[in-house]
């Protein structure tokens, strides 16, 4: 199973300035083939497909682990492509009542030039898509579960490695606030995959990974959206990402790090602290959640009511 927690792991900006087209790149970190879907589904159907896990508990532990890790990622970078689709259609809308809303129908067609419609048509809801930055959808041939755990360790080290440059070309094509943030946070923690890779078939097999590092030659203390994440060690730790679970993962990553010398650790948390989610405004537009969002809060207010639960929301946002 996996514990879900109403965090984002790290922290994003509000939303600003709406970018459509950034938005589209930044679909890549998602839907592509180097994108968080893909590092997810590979880690998870690898730890699914784990046979003697007793036997090789620490490298099981290692895989597990990360694929969890790699759950709030994805959950991350929807949460980023998100915060800069708001506000590209609704401004008249929102300013206007439910009724005239209905008179003043979904405005969209100030859209139909922006880079990827999908995000508005099909299935539309200003929202994230699970496709690349072309609009191809993600698909299960992405997935690399070989069996041999060699062969799907090194295959994750060169994936993470392809990854991490995807995330600094993105972070050079977008300027958006969130998009920088969340670029930021994924190179430093992707890095840490890397290392965990490397260390995991340099402990197996006796080949040492860590000589090709930094592989790309991504100079991350030097980008400034990294350095927060840098100076409170998080290119150093693992969370095992279960209250008491996955305790074997030191057993395979420990050592130094291959850049700094410094100790790599497993964190005594479970999972990291994370940030409260921004709770972005309806895009009444695209029908997110409704051409009259104000109508269902009243009823999720009269649900709440007489289900006994308090009269304001118990869940927290930003």
Not at 124 to 141: E, F, H, I, K, N
Not at 167 to 193: C, F, I, N, Q, S
Not at 273 to 292: H, I, T, Y
């Amino acid at each position: 199973m996996i514990l879900r927690i109403d965090r984002l792991q790290t922290r994003l900006p509000p939303p600003s300035a709406p970018d459509p087209d950034g938005a589209s790149v930044v679909q890549e970190l998602l839907g592509g083939k180097f994108g968080e879907m893909s590092t997810f589904m590979n880690y998870t159907y690898q730890s699914f497909n784990f046979r003697n896990r007793q036997g090789a508990r620490p490298f099981y532990d290692l895989v597990a682990s990360i694929a969890a890790e790699e759950f709030g990622h994805i959950e991350l970078v929807s949460a980023t492509i998100n915060t800069m689709l708001t506000g590209t259609a609704d401004e008249p809308l929102l300013k206007a009542g439910a009724r005239a809303r209905r008179r003043l129908g979904t405005p969209l067609g100030d859209l139909k030039s922006v880079r990827n419609t999908q995000h508005y048509v099909a299935p539309g809801g200003a929202g994230a898509l699970v496709a690349d930055s072309m609009g191809r959808p993600w698909t299960g041939d992405n997935v690399f579960s070989s069996g041999d755990l060699i062969e799907d360790l090194t295959h994750n080290f060169f994936l993470e490695t392809g990854a991490r440059s995807g995330k600094l070309r993105v972070y050079e094509m977008v300027d958006h606030p969130a998009a920088r943030a969340l670029t930021g946070y994924l190179l430093v923690r992707g890095g840490v995959h890397q290392v965990a890779y490397a260390r995991a078939l340099e402990n197996l097999t006796g080949a040492d990974l860590t000589r090709l590092f930094p592989s790309p030659r991504i100079p991350t203390d030097k980008i400034p959206e990294c350095r927060p994440h840098l100076d409170r060690g998080e290119h150093l730790k693992l969370y095992r990402f279960s209250p008491s679970d996955f305790n074997e993962i030191g057993a395979v990553f420990n050592g130094t790090h291959p850049e700094t010398g410094e100790a790599l650790t497993i964190a005594e948390e479970a999972f990291p602290e994370g940030a409260l989610a921004n709770d972005l405004p309806p895009q009444p537009g695209v029908f997110a959640p409704d051409l009259a969002p104000e109508e269902i809060a009243e009823i999720a207010q009269r649900l709440r009511i007489a289900a006994g639960l308090p009269r304001r929301p118990t869940g927290e946002v930003a």
